[in-house]
T-cell receptor, first 115, second 110 residues
Framework: GAGVSQSPSNKVTEKGKDVELRCDPISGHTALYWYRQRLGQGLEFLIY????????KSGLPSDRFSAERTGESVSTLTIQRTQQEDSAVYLCASSHLAAQYNEQFFGPGTRLTVL | RKEVEQDPGPFNVPEGATVAFNCTYSNSASQSFFWYRQDCRKEPKLLMS???SGNEDGRFTAQLNRASQYISLLIRDSKLSDSATYLCVVNEGSARQLTFGSGTQLTVLP
């Protein structure tokens, strides 16, 4: 079946511009997650959605970062006034909320480069 | 102290070798444990969940020791295609997000 998809796959932007990253989770997966991976580093949690609500936003690094989810499906991560330190791969994952072990399945990521 | 610690490697082993990776986690309330693999410039892919009794999937065996807060992954008869970074991953307590180790790099040599 279809996995998690993300768009765009690559995004190059200038410092100060806003960007929107999109995630389509696996159909039927009620939980959706955003992570960030800087070059050569591990994954950092950003935000978690349960349905359309975000009970855990603890990983968002600043108020320039926001995310929403609609229809218990597509999610958009928005970064305003991008900075060079925002350059990273942004990964989306989804899981079935009822899954006993919370296995999460990742999309291919959006590679963001801020010049 | 990192919440999930792994030996970064790199591990360079010949084809057919057995290799073991270890991982420790700091939160005793952690509930779920996984090994993911990540190929260069690709997303992490779930390799296996780690169950309390230990589990095996073909050439891969995972073990969990809750008392020592220690997880292991054993790869037998390693293949060239096993070359990747192996990520130890923990779901801590009631939180839904996963906490990732920084990964152990494996290269299987012909």
């Amino acid at each position: 079946g279809a996995g998690v998809s993300q768009s765009p796959s690559n995004k190059v932007t200038e410092k100060g511009k806003d960007v929107e990253l999109r995630c389509d989770p696996i159909s039927g997966h009620t939980a959706l997650y955003w992570y960030r991976q800087r070059l050569g580093q591990g994954l950092e949690f950003l935000i978690y959605f349960q349905g359309n609500s975000a009970p855990d936003k603890s990983g968002l690094p600043s108020d320039r970062f926001s995310a929403e989810r609609t229809g218990e499906s597509v999610s958009t991560l928005t970064i305003q006034r991008t900075q060079q330190e925002d350059s990273a791969v942004y990964l989306c994952a989804s899981s079935h909320l009822a899954a006993q072990y919370n296995e999460q399945f990742f999309g291919p990521g959006t590679r963001l480069t801020v010049l | 102290r990192k919440e999930v610690e792994q030996d970064p490697g790199p591990f360079n082993v010949p084809e057919g070798a057995t290799v073991a990776f270890n991982c420790t986690y700091s939160n005793s309330a952690s509930q779920s444990f996984f090994w993911y693999r990540q190929d260069c410039r690709k997303e992490p892919k779930l390799l296996m969940s780690v169950y309390s009794s230990g589990n095996e999937d073909g050439r891969f065996t995972a073990q969990l020791n809750r008392a020592s807060q220690y997880i292991s992954l054993l790869i037998r008869d390693s293949k060239l295609s096993d070359s990747a970074t192996y990520l130890c991953v923990v779901n801590e307590g009631s939180a839904r997000q996963l906490t990732f180790g920084s990964g152990t790099q494996l290269t299987v040599l012909p």
